[in-house]
């Protein structure tokens, strides 16, 4: 089964801060997180490892609570450039990546 | 580098015919993978593969065969097409499995009409 991503979308004005969450059912080895603008690629944010490691990105950081299967990752002080579609994927083995239905980020000015 | 790219970028197909897309990446990764992106439905996996020669089945395979005859390339074949299939396919690799980052193609914008 796919991860569960909340909200699904979110608007937020420039400097504000957001939660993006994503759980899943299945055990995790690893999380992972990117980022895609319209009519592009999806790029790579961040990894998790099982262990609860929180990562950074500029302003972007992630949680991985391994006891609950879910991940967190904080839009701090959000820009611009944060505007996109933020998938969360999960790596219940090491082959395949599942990603969830993806959470719509608008930064408005 | 050229990274990952995608043949063709664009592609309209009627009801029945075939189509090969083609993957190509130059950082000698040994995991490639094809989705699918459907509106509100985030990305999908049709089939992946772990090496050269190999292939396996993902969440949607249905419809589509690959092949991995070269470790840079990774080909997706559509039989028949339907349009149900009318989607945006993404290639992606990766060094290894679940630790290193997925590194994505440009994508194929395909219409089955």
């Known amino acids: 089964q796919q991860p569960v991503q909340s909200p699904q979308a979110v608007i937020l004005r420039e400097g504000e801060d957001a939660v993006i969450n994503c759980s899943s059912s299945?055990?995790?080895?690893?999380v992972h997180w990117y980022r895609q603008k319209h009519g592009e690629a999806p790029v790579f944010l961040m990894i998790?490892?099982?262990?609860?490691e929180q990562k950074g990105h500029e302003k972007i950081s992630a949680s991985f609570n391994e006891k609950k299967q879910q991940s967190s990752l904080y839009l701090t002080a959000s820009q611009l450039s944060y505007s996109g579609t933020y998938f969360c994927g999960g790596f219940p083995n090491d082959y395949k990546l599942s990603f969830g239905a993806g959470t719509t980020v608008t930064v408005r000015a | 580098n050229a990274g990952v790219t995608q043949t063709p970028k664009f592609r309209v197909l009627k009801t029945g015919q075939s189509m090969t897309l083609l993957c190509a990446q130059d950082?000698?990764?040994?995991?490639m993978y094809w989705y699918r992106q459907d509106p509100g439905m985030g990305l999908r996996l049709i089939h992946y593969s772990v090496g050269e020669g190999t292939t396996a089945k993902g969440e949607v395979p249905d419809g589509y065969n690959v092949s991995r005859l070269k470790k840079q390339n990774f080909l997706l074949g559509l039989e028949s097409a339907a349009p149900s299939q009318t989607s945006v396919y993404f290639c992606?690799?990766?060094?290894?499995?679940?630790?290193?980052?997925?590194?994505f193609g440009p994508g194929t914008r395909l219409t089955v009409t």
């Open positions: 299945k055990a995790l080895y690893s």
């Open positions: 950082m000698n990764h040994e995991y």
């Open positions: 992606a690799s990766s060094l290894r499995g679940a630790v290193p980052e997925q590194y």
């Open positions: 998790l490892l099982k262990g609860g």
